[in-house]
């Protein structure tokens, strides 16, 4: 019903910097909030960073200040610009958008990404 497309991911170096993109397709009426998490091998997924359709914004402590999420409500794409990028930021990272769907019940269902590799070399 609906897919998360995401792109941007690879290597870099410590200190650089990589731009997540997720393009959400499909039956969709509105997206509500839109976020990324990641998991490091041996972890539990953890949140990076959500934004609702108005723009507000939500980061776990430990990375304020160095990753910024983004949203182009018009074509349901949702961004991450990760700077200062540390061996620890090493994980795969998940698109998730709470989504409305174009049916007659406008069903509120979740929907994951593939998930994008992040690698960060020391």
């Known amino acids: 019903q609906v897919q998360l497309l995401e792109s941007g991911g690879g290597l870099v170096q410590a200190g650089g910097s990589l731009r997540l993109s997720c393009a959400a397709s499909g039956r969709i009426f509105s997206i509500n909030v839109m976020g990324w998490y990641r998991q490091a091998p041996g972890k539990q997924r953890e949140l990076v960073a959500s934004?609702?359709?108005?723009?507000?914004?939500n980061y776990p402590d430990s990375l304020k200040g160095r990753f910024t999420i983004s949203r182009d409500n018009a074509e349901n794409v949702v961004y991450l610009q990760m700077n200062s990028l540390k061996p620890e930021d090493t994980a795969v990272y998940y698109c998730?958008?709470?989504?409305?769907?174009?049916?007659?019940?406008?069903?509120?269902?979740?929907?994951w990404g593939q998930g994008t590799q992040v690698t960060v070399s020391s």
């Open positions: 934004i609702a359709s108005g723009g507000s914004t």
């Open positions: 998730n958008a709470d989504v409305s769907l174009r049916d007659y019940y406008r069903t509120r269902n979740t929907y």
